[in-house]
C-alpha cells in the first residue's frame, strides 16, 4: 500500500448546499454544523421540506385557477379556431411527454447514483467492521492463551523443577512476562463496542437503502406509464382514459413534490455532515476511543506518532524474552529434567503462535486500512450520493413540470372531444350520408336501408309516393354540377337546395350532411315542383 496519504476534500456541491439557509420551524437561524440529535437541526430540515409542501400548494392553487377560467370562461369557437386550439393541446401533450422521458432518465441516473454512492458506504463499513473484529479476536486470542495456556504449562514446570531453585527463578520471570503482555493488550481500546456500532450503521443503512432504491423504481415507473397512457387517450381522445390519467397526474404531482422534499432535505443534511466529517466522528466516539487513537485514524499523517507503538513494543520485547528462556531451558534442563521437555515445547508453541499474532495485530492496527474504508465511504457518500440525490431533485423538478403541463393539455382536450361530440349529435341520424348510419346499417341488416330522397324519381313527389326505384341511377358529369349556380341564381351554395330527379353530388368536406331542416324541404315540395326541377336535373 502506498503510503502516499490521499487527503480527503469535500466536492463544491457539498459546500452549496451547506450554505442553505438552516431555520428552525419558528423561522429564527440554527448553527449549520451537522447535529441530528439536536432539535433545532431536526426543525431546520424539516423546514426545507415545508418549503416543498409550499411549493405543491402553490402549484395545485395555479392549476386550480386554470382550469376555473378553461371552465367559466367558455367562448363560442368558430371553425377557424378549432385548429389552433387543436395545435395547441398536441404541442402541450408533446412536451409534456418530452419532458416526462427526460426527468425519467434523470432519475434513473440518479437512483444508480445514489444506490452506488451508498453500496460503497456500506461495503467500506463493513470492511471497516471486519477490520475491527479481526484486531478484537487477536486480543482475545493472546490473551486467553497467556492466561491458561501458559500458566498451566508454568505450574506443571514448577513442580517438575522444584529442586532447581534457578529454573524456579526463570519460571517466574516468565510469568512476569506474560503479565506483562496481558497488560499491554488491556491498555488497547475496547474495539468490540465500535465493531457492533459499525455493523448496526452498515445493516439499518442497507436496509433503508433498498427501500429507497424500490420507491423511486416504482415511482420512476408510474411517471411512465401515466404519460404513455395519457398520450394514448389523447390520441384515441378516450374521455374515460384521460379522465383517470388526470387523476393519477394529481397523485403523481404530489408524489414528485413530496420526493423533492425529502431528497432537498437529506442533501442538505448530508452535505452539512460531509463539509467537517472529521468533527462530528471524534464526538460521536468521545468516551468510548481515546481523541489522539481517532485523530491517527482519520488523518493518517506519517508524521504522527503511533498510538499503539509503545504498547506493541513491549509486546515483541516480551515475547523475544520469553523466547530466550525457553531455549535456555530446552538446552540445559531437559538433559536434567526430562518429563518437563513437553511442556516446554507447548510453551515455545504458545510464544510463536502469540508472535504471529502479533505481527497480523500490527498490520491491522496501521492506519492506512481504516483510514481508507474511511475515504472510501466518505467519497461514496459525498460524491456520489449526494450527486445522484441532486439528480432525484432535478427529476422531481421536471416530473412535477411535465405533470403540470399535462394536466392544463388533458382539460382542453376533453373539451374538444366534448365539441365534437355535440356537433356530431346534431347529426340526422337517418341521414343516409351520416357515417353513423352507415355503420348501424352495416351492423345491423334487417334494418331498412334508406336511400338518397335526391335519387328518386321526379314523379316521387310527396313522402307516401317514396319507395325505392328500380334502376341504378348515376351521378350526372361535372359539367352539370358546375352549371348549378345559373339555375339558382347565381348561388354556388348549391346543397341549400333539394337536389331532385338524379342523384345528389358528393356532400361537401366543408359542410355537414343535409340537415333535417332540407329534407323537411324536400318532403313538403309538390309534384309541380318537382316536374320543373326534373326536366333540369335529368339524369
Not at 397523485?251 to 452535505?271: C, K, P
Not at 343535409?514 to 315540395?525: E, F, Q, V, W
Request: hydrophobic fraction near 40%; charge should be negative; charged fraction near 15%.
Amino acid at each position: 500500500m502506498s503510503l502516499t496519504r490521499v487527503d480527503y476534500i469535500a466536492p463544491w456541491w457539498t459546500y452549496w448546499l451547506h450554505n442553505f439557509p438552516h431555520i428552525n420551524l419558528r423561522f429564527q437561524p440554527t448553527d449549520k454544523s451537522f447535529q441530528p440529535e439536536d432539535e433545532n437541526y431536526q426543525q431546520s430540515l424539516i423546514f426545507l421540506g415545508c418549503v416543498a409542501a409550499a411549493g405543491l400548494g402553490l402549484n395545485l392553487l395555479c392549476l386550480a385557477i386554470y382550469l376555473s377560467c378553461l371552465c367559466c370562461c367558455r367562448k363560442n369557437e368558430e371553425e377557424e379556431t378549432k385548429k389552433p386550439n387543436s395545435c395547441c393541446v398536441t404541442w402541450s401533450a408533446v412536451a409534456g411527454g418530452l419532458i416526462t422521458c427526460i426527468s425519467v432518465g434523470v432519475g434513473f441516473y440518479g437512483n444508480s447514483e445514489t444506490n452506488d454512492g451508498v453500496y460503497q458506504l456500506t461495503y467500506s463499513l463493513y470492511n471497516a467492521n471486519h477490520t475491527l473484529g479481526g484486531v478484537d479476536s487477536l486480543v482475545t486470542g493472546t490473551m486467553g492463551s497467556m492466561r491458561t495456556g501458559l500458566h498451566q504449562h508454568l505450574a506443571r514446570l514448577d513442580e517438575i523443577f522444584a529442586t532447581r531453585g534457578d529454573y524456579v527463578q526463570t519460571l517466574q520471570f516468565m510469568q512476569q512476562m506474560a503479565d506483562n503482555v496481558i497488560k499491554q493488550l488491556l491498555g488497547l481500546p475496547d474495539w468490540d463496542v465500535a465493531k457492533v456500532d459499525l455493523a448496526t450503521i452498515a445493516d439499518q443503512t442497507a436496509n433503508i437503502e433498498y427501500y429507497r432504491w424500490l420507491t423511486y423504481l416504482l415511482l420512476l415507473i408510474l411517471d411512465l406509464i401515466i404519460c404513455l397512457i395519457a398520450c394514448l387517450g389523447l390520441a384515441k381522445q378516450s374521455r374515460w382514459l384521460l379522465t383517470t390519467m388526470m387523476v393519477f397526474g394529481v397523485l403523481t404531482l404530489i408524489l414528485s413534490w413530496t420526493s423533492l422534499g425529502a431528497d432537498l432535505a437529506a442533501a442538505v443534511g448530508t452535505s452539512d455532515f460531509c463539509v467537517s466529517p472529521d468533527k462530528y466522528i471524534m464526538g460521536q466516539t468521545k468516551g468510548i476511543i481515546t481523541a489522539d487513537i481517532v485523530h491517527y485514524y482519520l488523518y493518517c499523517n506519517q508524521t504522527l506518532s503511533n498510538p499503539f507503538q509503545q504498547p506493541l513494543t513491549i509486546f515483541q520485547r516480551s515475547l523475544t524474552t520469553m523466547q530466550i528462556q525457553i531455549q535456555g531451558l530446552l538446552q540445559f534442563a531437559v538433559p536434567l529434567f526430562p518429563t518437563a521437555e513437553r511442556d516446554l515445547l507447548g510453551i515455545q508453541n504458545l510464544l510463536n503462535t502469540s508472535e504471529a499474532s502479533l505481527h497480523q495485530l500490527t498490520a491491522l492496527l496501521d492506519c492506512r486500512g481504516l483510514n481508507k474504508d474511511y475515504l472510501d465511504a466518505m467519497v461514496g457518500v459525498c460524491y456520489d450520493g449526494v450527486e445522484g440525490v441532486l439528480y432525484l431533485c432535478l427529476f422531481s423538478i421536471l416530473a412535477a413540470c411535465a405533470f403540470t403541463v399535462m394536466l392544463c393539455a388533458i382539460p382542453r382536450a376533453l373539451r374538444q372531444i366534448a365539441s365534437r361530440e355535440q356537433d356530431y349529435d346534431d347529426i340526422d341520424e337517418e341521414d343516409p350520408f351520416n357515417p353513423r348510419a352507415r355503420r348501424i346499417g352495416s351492423q345491423n341488416p334487417n334494418h331498412t336501408n334508406l336511400h338518397s330522397f335526391c335519387s328518386y324519381s321526379s314523379s316521387m313527389g310527396s313522402q307516401n309516393s317514396l319507395h325505392p326505384p328500380a334502376p341504378t341511377v348515376s351521378n350526372p358529369p361535372m359539367s352539370e354540377y358546375m352549371n348549378q349556380p345559373a339555375l339558382f341564381g347565381g348561388n354556388p351554395r348549391f346543397e341549400n337546395v333539394p337536389l331532385i330527379g338524379r342523384g345528389s353530388p358528393p356532400p361537401s368536406p366543408y359542410r355537414n350532411p343535409y340537415s333535417p331542416t332540407m329534407r323537411a324541404t324536400y318532403l313538403s315540395m309538390t309534384e309541380e315542383q318537382s316536374r320543373h326541377f326534373g326536366s333540369d336535373f335529368q339524369a
